[in-house]
C-alpha cells in the first residue's frame, strides 16, 4: 500500500514537472511598422489568470525592439517572444527558417512588464538566437524578394496549404505610412508625389526647388531610408511606382562619425549608405539603410548641414512622435501626392481611396508549424482583425488593391 | 541585424572574380570560355560589369550574361576583335534548336560603372544600339547629367541585384543565368516589361538597346548587330553624343565578339577633304588646258 503511494505521488510529480516543461515556445517577428499593434495584441490574448508576465526592451512598451511574455493563452503555458526585424525580414527568416537574435531566457519579468532590457540585436548584448514561427508583414510574400529561390536559397510560401479561417490572404489590418521631412525646411515644402520620389529615391538627392517651385539650386534634399529587411521600404517604393525591389540611393547622416539615431541635433555629414550586408544579402553602397522605422524617423528630426533638407518614409506609429509641423521643434508630415492624412490620422482617407500609402498587413506562418503554435497564430490574428487594428479596420474598407503599390480601386 | 556567414562567402567570391577577371585580361584581352559543361555556381555582379541580355516574344524564360567589366571594351585600337564566348547551347536550351532564325528573339547589352575607385558617384552608363543596316553605324545616344543618369543606374543595379546576383549560372556559362521573364528580369526592363515605362529600355533607352527594335522582324540576331556606347555624364545641359566603343556580333554557331571598328578620326575627314579638294582643283586646271589647248 505504501509502495503503491509512494509510485503515485511519484507519478503525480512527474506529471507536474512535464506540465511545466510543456511550455510552448513562441517566437514571433516581422514588420516594425505594425510592432506597437501587434505588441498590444499580445498582451491581449494572454488569459487574464495566473496573470502574464512580461520584460522588454527600451522604455515603451509599444515600440520596443524586443520582448518576451511568460503565461496562459487558452488555458496552455506559452513562452512568446518577439524580436522585430522588419517585414521582409520577417518573410525571409520564418519562410527560409533562418534564426533571429531574441531575448534570452531567464531575464527580468513582471506582471506589469519590466522595462529596460538590453536590445538583444545590438552587438555584445546577450542573445537567444532562434528560428522564428510568426511573421507580421506589411506587404504580400509575393511581392517580397523571399517567395521562391533568392541567393540560392528556397523560401517556401508561407501558409499556402495551413490558412487562418476567417481572413483573407492572412491579412490583418491595414498599416499607414506618411513621408516626413526634417527641420529647417522650407514653410513651402508640404508635399511628395509619387514622381518626386521616384527621382529622389533613384539618384539619392535633388534639388529643393522639385518641391517648391523656387529658384533656389544649392539646396538639395537627401533621401533618407530603411534596408531591405524593411516592408515600410518595399511599400513606398512599389507605391511610388519606383519598384518593390528597386536599388535605390540612400543617405547616412552622422554626427561626429557616428550614425544619428535619435533626434533633436544636427547632423555634420551625409554621405551614401555605405555597401553592407542584411541576412546574408548584399546591399550595395547607397541601398541600405536603416533596420528600425523608429531610428529612421527619430533621424530625419534632426536639423541637417547647411543646404541640406531630409525627407524620409515610416509607418505612422513611428513618424507621429517626431511631428511637430513646425521646422524648428521636429519633423513635418508631408502630403502625398495631395492629401494630408493626419495626426491622428483620419480613416476615411484611406478606407475611402483618397489616400494611398499604405499597405496590407498580414500574419505569416510555416504550413509545418505545430499545432499548438498554429493555433496561437490564429488567435492573435482574429483579435487584431476584429479588435485590435487601428481605423479603418480590414472590413471597413471601401476600396482594395490587389498587390503592393497596386491601383486602389473602389468596391461598390 | 544579423550577418550571416555567407557574408564572408560572398565578399570571396567578389574578390575571385574580380582577381579572376583581371587574370583573364591581363592574359588574353578578354574573357572568352568556351561552353562546356562546368559546375553551377551563385552568379555575382561587380560594379562596371556589363550585362547582355537575350529574349523572345514568344519564351517564357530569358538569358542574362554578365559579359564583365566595361573597361574590356574601352581605349580598344581600331580593329581589335575580342571574343567572348560561344553561348549556343545556352541560347538553345532558352529558345530551342532553331535560335539562330528565329526572328522573335532580341538581344542587347547595358551596364552602369556607379563608382570610381575612391568610391565616388560618377554613373557612367554603356548601353547598345542597333545598327540600322550591317556596317551602318548607330547614331550615339545622348549623354546626360549625372541626376538624370543616376536614375538609369538605379535601374540597372536593381537587375543586377535583384534578378542576377546571387542566382544559380547556366551549366555552359559561369557568368550566365536562365530566368522567368517577370519579375526583376532582363525582359522587365526592356520595352513592354512591368519595370519600365513608355516603351522604353530601363526607363531611359527609347525604344531600346536591343536588336532587332521590334519582333517578329528579320530573319534572326546573327543577321544584327550592336553597337556600343560610353555614355559618360554631361551637366552642361547641351546632351552631347556618347563615345562609340565597338560592335557586338554574334554568328550562327553562337560565338559572340566584340570587334572595334576603324571609325574615321577628324584628321582623317581633313585628309579626305583635302583630298577631294585637290583633285578638284587638278581636274579643273585640266580641263582648262584643254579648252585652252
Redesign the interface.
Known sequence: MKLIRTLTLGALALGCLSVAQAQTPIRITGSTAFRGTALTSILNIFDPSPAVQYGYTGTTYTSSKAAIFLGNIGGNSVKLKTSW?GSE?GIQTVSGQ????FLPDGVAVSTGGTSGLPDP?VAGNANSPEVPDIAFSDTFQSSS?FSG????VNYPALNSSVTTTGTTNQIIGIVQFKWIAGRSIPANFTNMTSQLA??L????S?GVALWTGSTDHATKVFAIGR?I?SGTRLTSFAET?L?A?????QFEPKTGGVRVTTAGGTISTLT?WPLE??????E????GGY?SGGQLAAAVNNFPPANSLLVGYSGTGDADPQITNNASTGATELSYNGVTLGKPENPDLISEGAYTFWGYEHLYYRDSTPSDVATVADTLALRILNTDAPAPKFAAMQVSRNTDGAVVIQKY | MQKLQITDSILIQMKIKNFALTAALVLAGTAFFQQTATAQTPVVYTDGDLFMGFRSSTATNDYLWDIGQFSQFTNLAAGTHLALGNISADLTTVFGVNWASNNNIQWGSAGTHDFDSSGNQIVNLYATKAEPTLGTLASPWLRQSTSNQGFTSSRIETLAFFGFFGNTSTANNPNAIIQPTLGTSWASFQPGGANTTGGTSFDTWNPTVEAPGNVPFGTGIPTTRLDLFEILPDNGGLNPPSTYLGTFSIDSLGNVSFDTLPIPEPSTYALLIAGGLLALFVARRQRKSNINA
Open positions: 526585424s525580414g533562418i534564426t533571429v537574435k540585436t524578394a529561390t533568392f541567393f540560392g521616384r527621382n529615391y533613384s539618384i539619392g535633388a534596408d529587411d511606382g519598384g525591389k528597386a536599388v535605390v540611393k551614401l550586408f542584411v541576412n546574408g544579402i548584399v550595395p553602397p547607397g541601398n533596420s
